[in-house]
């Protein structure tokens, strides 16, 4: 079983930025074994790092070894209920991030932790990140792009759905009908398919796979297909921490796989997520977990 720690809430600590301006050989993304994905970043000391499925090595023997644990300070802070049933994340830098921001709820939440933990103003907020999309969500994410006018960001895959649900004529009318009546609660069970339509309009940016964050390249997309095919995690390879979005919950302090329609899908995310050095997870549902390794014991539902 893995030892961990269930946590809330983290310390807020100013982000060290990457001077991508001083980077020579810049940031290149290669197959490994073809389907394992290598990412060259450099390090705050110019000296070039190679993330190998997940796992910070040497590039060269010269080089020095790879950090027995995280580098910087963690960066992200948990908004949510009593019961963590829907949480919404914080990444603290000099501009912020906000991941999921759900609900109106959700959004007051983050309002009030920004003015009196914080001090930090909601216009300080430059990103937006639907790690998935589903019924429930729409209501906090447009009141919180009025409020600090950020762009919102989500996986490039949508657009494709969106184009399949189009050709299909798929109409989830009744979906919508459940959303109006109860927002609250439609946001908690994955009952009817998403509009993957009406959410492209609401996206401005799209996210792909692997590519880092827009101004925040510290954070990398990792595309998590499974129990939703447009799922997708926040990765970052400096402070070991991952928002694994819907991909993951947490049920009795253990993290679990959700269960969705490719199990091929699910058990190649399990891989990837696997590979990667992880101290602290972030499940949208579910109490975050604190461990040296939370994912050694994780399992398809």
């Not at 949480?87 to 991030?97: G, K, P, Q």
């Amino acid at each position: 079983m893995c030892t961990s720690t269930l946590i809330n809430w983290t310390e807020y600590t100013p982000c060290r930025q990457m001077n991508q301006a001083s980077c020579t050989s810049g940031v290149s993304d290669e197959l490994v074994n073809g389907d394992k994905v290598s990412l060259l970043i450099r390090t705050w000391n110019t000296d070039v790092i190679q993330l190998s499925e997940g796992l910070l090595s040497p590039v060269s023997s010269n080089r020095p070894h790879a950090p027995l644990g995280p580098t910087q300070l963690r960066r992200v802070h948990t908004i949510t209920d009593r019961f963590s049933m829907a949480n919404t994340y914080l990444i603290a830098e000099e501009r912020l991030v906000v991941v999921d921001p759900g609900s109106e709820l959700n959004v007051d939440q983050l309002q009030g932790y920004l003015q009196q933990f914080l001090r930090r103003a909601i216009t300080d907020i430059d990103l937006i990140v639907l790690t998935h999309v589903h019924f429930g969500y729409t209501t906090g994410v447009e009141i919180l792009r009025h409020l600090c006018n950020a762009p919102i960001a989500a996986s490039s895959v949508i657009r494709e759905l969106a184009a399949v649900q189009r050709d299909r004529q798929v109409c989830p009318t009744l979906g919508h009908i459940v959303e109006r009546v109860l927002p609250a609660t439609s946001r908690h069970f994955d009952l009817f398919p998403p509009d993957y339509e009406g959410q492209v309009k609401l996206i401005d940016l799209w996210l792909d796979d692997v590519e880092g964050l827009p101004n925040h390249p510290n954070w990398r997309v990792i595309a998590s297909p499974g129990h939703t095919p447009e799922g997708l995690c926040l990765y970052n390879p400096f402070t070991w921490e991952l928002l694994c979005g819907d991909a993951i919950t947490i049920q009795g302090g253990a993290p679990v796989i959700r269960r969705g329609a490719n199990r091929c899908q699910l058990e190649e995310t399990l891989s990837v997520l696997h590979s990667l050095q992880v101290y602290y997870l972030y499940p949208t549902h579910g109490r975050g977990i604190l461990g040296r390794h939370p994912l050694n014991d994780v399992a398809i539902e």
